[in-house]
């Protein structure tokens, strides 16, 4: 493929924006389940977000919390969120009360007995999770939508908690979910079609931009994430640093790079004081206190203002635990290392019917993942580089780790000449069309 210009990329990129939308398979004129009333099951920082989305949208909202102190601390920054966006000219002073008007908060967790839709938004762990799933199976209404914010959890294991799978669906919000606009809409096996539906229509109601993914670990987006992050984390063991492998990447047209994205989340999530992980650089700088940006130290040293710099105490550790003297490796190289997997994968990902079509993975990246649009999206550069070229990277990462193994069909695209973009594996499979 040659280099696209300017225009056929955003051709590109609004035709991948409108096909999103279409879910072939869905009966034509299948009724919606109606939805007015609508639970929030925590009230932290997703939970908070995700309940501005609806009150912002007319709906009317529960949040539930466990904790009298965590609700009050919630409904404290939703209000913030809103009265700066009031301050800001984005909508009327007024309106802030007037969206808040629509917000209840309760302890009470049989206040969700009405809604139409509840979506748990809780701490990643499958056995709080599957808890609450059967506590809602007990409580809410029959015909209500019941839906988990999980980013990577198996969400048919989450279903089986219940005796009604076919209400249950994965609704991932990114954070923050108020700013954000992806939405991964993840039907798991037993997702009725129109559970699909009334999702994808709410979805547009709430301003979102959706795609319909499959499940796996950490669905579409997510999954891909892991690929890249893995093999940054493997530079670091060749002696590259994280502000080199970031530059990169930045240079790239990413506006943050792995670890700086590491630094902003927080390098402590999924880890506690003592534990060994699979990453041992990240617990060595954790238990130093080194936790990312909120803690003034992560990867990089920040000042006062949050502005970073390379650290040489994160450069010490990185070099006594891997053993690596420092070394060098150019910008394209890098990117090739981090970006191509990523392509691998998405082609894995359409291999299993996790994703409707090639383009609806390159939505997800340019709007959760800030992929740049320049670049159009991982499969659309796939094209742009051209599939030999994934190939040969591919087969030289997989000799080192056969986690990365080429997929199949990108042996076939680079022996034909195909193109990402138009491969076409079965997609995702509605429950009408897997019948």
Same mark, same amino acid.
């Given at each position: 493929m040659t280099e696209p210009t300017r225009e056929e990329t955003a051709a590109y990129i609004a035709e991948a924006g409108r096909l999103a939308w279409e879910v072939p398979g869905?009966?034509?004129? =299948?009724a919606l389940r109606p939805i007015a009333k609508v639970g929030i099951i925590g009230a932290g920082t997703m939970g908070g977000g995700i309940a501005m989305n609806f009150a912002t949208a007319?709906?009317?909202?529960t949040i539930v919390e466990s904790k009298a102190e965590a609700l009050e601390r919630g409904l404290k920054v939703v209000r913030g969120n809103y009265q700066r966006s009031a301050d800001k000219g984005r909508f009327p002073q007024e309106e802030v009360e007037a969206r808040m008007g629509r917000i209840t908060g309760t302890l009470d967790f049989s206040e969700l007995a009405d809604c139409d839709l509840v979506i748990e938004a809780v701490f990643e762990n499958m056995e709080i999770k599957k808890q609450i799933f059967a506590n809602l199976d007990a409580t809410v209404?029959?015909?209500?939508?019941?839906?988990?914010?999980?980013?990577? =959890?198996?969400?048919?294991e989450i279903a089986s908690a219940t005796t009604r799978p076919q209400d249950v669906i994965g609704l991932h919000f990114f954070s923050p979910a108020n700013v954000m606009k992806l939405l991964e809409i993840v039907r798991a096996d037993h997702t009725a079609d129109d559970v699909v539906a009334t999702s994808m229509d709410l979805a547009q109601k709430i301003n979102k931009i959706a795609t319909l993914v499959g499940v796996c670990p950490g669905f579409v987006g997510n999954r891909i994430l892991f690929a890249r992050q893995k093999q940054a984390n493997k530079l670091l063991?060749?002696?590259i640093m994280p502000w080199d492998i970031d530059a990169a990447l930045n240079a790239f047209g990413f506006k943050m790079g792995p670890f700086q994205m590491s630094d902003l989340a927080g390098l402590d999530i999924g880890w506690s004081k003592g534990a060994k992980t699979q990453n041992p650089i990240r617990d060595a700088l954790c238990e130093l206190d080194r936790r990312g940006q909120k803690t003034g130290a992560g990867y990089y040293d920040y000042d006062e203002s949050r502005n970073r710099t390379p650290s040489e105490v994160t450069a010490k550790i990185i070099e006594d635990i891997t053993g690596a003297e420092p070394g060098g490796m150019s910008p394209r190289d890098i990117v090739e290392t981090c970006i191509f997997p990523m392509i691998n994968e998405g082609v894995k990902i359409l291999e299993e019917n996790k994703a409707q079509r090639a383009s609806d993975i390159d939505v997800v990246w340019l709007n959760g993942y800030g992929f740049p649009p320049d670049k159009g999206g991982p499969m659309f550069f796939g094209d742009i580089v051209g599939a030999p070229a994934v190939l040969a990277v591919m087969e030289k990462l997989a000799a080192e780790d056969p986690e990365f193994a080429p997929a199949e069909t990108l042996k076939t695209l680079a022996a034909e000449g195909g193109k990402f973009t138009e491969l076409d594996l079965g997609g995702l499979k509605t429950a009408a069309t897997a019948a």
């Amino acid at each position: 493929m040659t280099e696209p210009t300017r225009e056929e990329t955003a051709a590109y990129i609004a035709e991948a924006g409108r096909l999103a939308w279409e879910v072939p398979g869905l009966a034509e004129g =299948l009724a919606l389940r109606p939805i007015a009333k609508v639970g929030i099951i925590g009230a932290g920082t997703m939970g908070g977000g995700i309940a501005m989305n609806f009150a912002t949208a007319g709906y009317a909202v529960t949040i539930v919390e466990s904790k009298a102190e965590a609700l009050e601390r919630g409904l404290k920054v939703v209000r913030g969120n809103y009265q700066r966006s009031a301050d800001k000219g984005r909508f009327p002073q007024e309106e802030v009360e007037a969206r808040m008007g629509r917000i209840t908060g309760t302890l009470d967790f049989s206040e969700l007995a009405d809604c139409d839709l509840v979506i748990e938004a809780v701490f990643e762990n499958m056995e709080i999770k599957k808890q609450i799933f059967a506590n809602l199976d007990a409580t809410v209404k029959q015909g209500a939508i019941l839906a988990t914010n999980t980013s990577a =959890l198996d969400i048919d294991e989450i279903a089986s908690a219940t005796t009604r799978p076919q209400d249950v669906i994965g609704l991932h919000f990114f954070s923050p979910a108020n700013v954000m606009k992806l939405l991964e809409i993840v039907r798991a096996d037993h997702t009725a079609d129109d559970v699909v539906a009334t999702s994808m229509d709410l979805a547009q109601k709430i301003n979102k931009i959706a795609t319909l993914v499959g499940v796996c670990p950490g669905f579409v987006g997510n999954r891909i994430l892991f690929a890249r992050q893995k093999q940054a984390n493997k530079l670091l063991y060749q002696g590259i640093m994280p502000w080199d492998i970031d530059a990169a990447l930045n240079a790239f047209g990413f506006k943050m790079g792995p670890f700086q994205m590491s630094d902003l989340a927080g390098l402590d999530i999924g880890w506690s004081k003592g534990a060994k992980t699979q990453n041992p650089i990240r617990d060595a700088l954790c238990e130093l206190d080194r936790r990312g940006q909120k803690t003034g130290a992560g990867y990089y040293d920040y000042d006062e203002s949050r502005n970073r710099t390379p650290s040489e105490v994160t450069a010490k550790i990185i070099e006594d635990i891997t053993g690596a003297e420092p070394g060098g490796m150019s910008p394209r190289d890098i990117v090739e290392t981090c970006i191509f997997p990523m392509i691998n994968e998405g082609v894995k990902i359409l291999e299993e019917n996790k994703a409707q079509r090639a383009s609806d993975i390159d939505v997800v990246w340019l709007n959760g993942y800030g992929f740049p649009p320049d670049k159009g999206g991982p499969m659309f550069f796939g094209d742009i580089v051209g599939a030999p070229a994934v190939l040969a990277v591919m087969e030289k990462l997989a000799a080192e780790d056969p986690e990365f193994a080429p997929a199949e069909t990108l042996k076939t695209l680079a022996a034909e000449g195909g193109k990402f973009t138009e491969l076409d594996l079965g997609g995702l499979k509605t429950a009408a069309t897997a019948a």
